[in-house]
């Protein structure tokens, strides 16, 4: 999905107050705006895929890691570095954002360090990794998935983006999946 050189497939997402974006040498750098992201310009399916990636902080201390992901006919983000650079969960189930649902842990993230994501919806579950460690674990079939309020929808279908925070992006895939 990223060709470590552009920005090709992606587009800026149109956040207020957003910092610039850089692709080269295989890294893309979302900066320290307000939000910043980038959102994938290109068809993508509402469950039934499994996404991958590598995050880093390089300066800040807030989220670093943001998908905003597909789930059948909602959306959803999976937060990683919130709230002062420790919550990791998803926002939002049943209206409660990631530091308020059973799905919130925390979490301490090193600046610098490469971290290794996976993500993986089918029409049962919602299941999220890092580093090879599986840290959410949702039926999707038995919840409620929405978007904060705000700006979030204009990730949609799925976008990565930083908030506060200069974060590097690395080694985006998906691929799809089974149940």
């Avoid at 107050?17 to 509402?46: C, H, K, N, Q, Y």
């Avoid at 650079?85 to 301490?108: K, M, P």
């Avoid at 089918?122 to 978007?147: A, H, P, Q, Y």
Wanted: proline letters at 3%; glycine letters at 14%; charged letters at 25%.
């Amino acid at each position: 999905m990223f060709d470590g050189t552009s920005l090709k497939g992606w587009r800026e997402t149109p956040y207020i107050g957003r910092g610039s974006i850089e692709a080269s040498d295989g890294v893309m750098i979302l900066g320290a705006g307000r939000t910043t992201g980038v959102t994938w310009a290109g068809e993508f399916p509402r469950s039934g895929f499994e996404v991958r990636f590598e995050a880093t902080r390089l300066d800040g201390k807030d989220i670093f890691a943001g998908l905003t992901f597909p789930v059948g006919k909602s959306h959803c983000s999976w937060i990683c570095g919130g709230w002062d650079g420790e919550v990791v969960g998803l926002s939002n189930l049943e209206g409660n954002d990631a530091s308020e649902n059973d799905t919130s842990l925390l979490r301490n993230f090193e600046r610098g360090r490469w971290y290794a994501f996976r993500l993986s919806v089918t029409e049962e579950k919602v299941r999220g990794w890092i580093d090879n460690e599986l840290i959410i674990d949702v039926d999707s079939r038995m919840r409620e998935f929405s978007l904060p309020f705000g700006e979030a929808d204009l990730a949609a279908p799925l976008g990565f983006w930083s908030y506060r925070t200069r974060a590097g992006l690395r080694r985006i895939a998906w691929r799809p999946v089974g149940r």
